[in-house]
């Protein structure tokens, strides 16, 4: 059973800057972030693959967010930048073993984290 504990989560005024981290109890896992706002579903927001460490990201954050991944900690980042009102949702970290499925599925995700909570104020 793999672990998934984020952290970096909290509150920030528009136009600043988060970075949240995912650290994972094994490696070599294909690994993504999502985020559920209230009243919302859980929409995916980037991810990044093993295989030839391959990143994906949602039209809503590309050019402000960047996910990358620590191997060697076994951990996952997601550096926020430009933050809007709209990022404003519960962060979770998930991790599946096979690259099947759209990355932005949450179904094909196996483990998931407890979440981090992340508020852009205007």
């Known amino acids: 059973q793999v672990q998934l504990v984020e952290s970096g989560g909290g509150s920030v005024q528009a136009g600043g800057s988060l970075r949240l981290s995912c650290a994972a109890s094994?490696?070599?896992?294909?690994m993504a972030w999502f985020r559920q706002a209230l009243g919302k579903e859980r929409e995916g927001v980037a991810a990044i693959y093993t295989s030839g460490e391959v990143t994906y990201y949602a039209d809503s954050v590309k050019g402000r967010f960047t996910i990358s991944r620590d191997a060697a900690k076994n951990r996952m980042l997601l550096q926020m930048n430009s933050l809007k009102p709209e990022d404003t949702a519960m962060y979770y970290c998930a991790a599946k073993r096979a690259p099947s499925g759209g990355w932005q599925i949450a179904r094909f995700y196996n483990y998931w984290g407890q979440g981090t909570q992340v508020t852009v104020s205007s």
């Open positions: 094994e490696s070599t896992y294909n």
